[in-house]
């Protein structure tokens, strides 16, 4: 399996990015897609993940409804759709795909097997 993340850049506190993240090499259906985001000095940290079967998606408290993440089966690709970004929002974002995945591991960076090479994210004040 083969993830490419790209989307990532430079935008102004209150702006809106859209990351993809390009799943090949496997059947996109049976995979449970992560997003994570590390920042300089900080651990990776879980932002959002959806099952791609089920549609089933879930968030980390500080998204507070300003992110979405969603897939499109027909592109083999997720999207985090982030909007009233903060600087505290900047980081590098990795997408992760999870072949196996278990009830209430989706936020355990790991429990994925397959991770993007990271697209990075930077929100000015």
């Known amino acids: 399996v083969q993830l490419q993340a790209s989307g990532g850049g430079l935008v102004q506190a209150g702006g809106s990015l859209r990351l993809s993240c390009v799943v090949s090499g496997r059947t996109f259906r049976s995979l449970h897609m992560g997003w994570f985001r590390q920042a300089p000095g900080k651990e990776r940290e879980f932002v959002a993940s959806?099952?791609?079967?089920?549609?089933?998606?879930h968030y980390a408290e500080f998204v507070e409804g300003r992110f979405t993440v969603s897939g499109d089966h027909a592109k083999n690709t997720v999207y985090l759709r982030m909007d009233s970004l903060k600087p505290e929002d900047t980081a590098v974002y990795y997408c992760a795909a999870d072949r196996t995945p278990w009830p209430g591991t989706y936020n355990k960076a790991s429990v994925y097997d397959y991770w993007g090479q990271g697209t990075q994210v930077t929100v000015s004040s």
């Open positions: 959806i099952s791609v079967s089920s549609g089933i998606t």
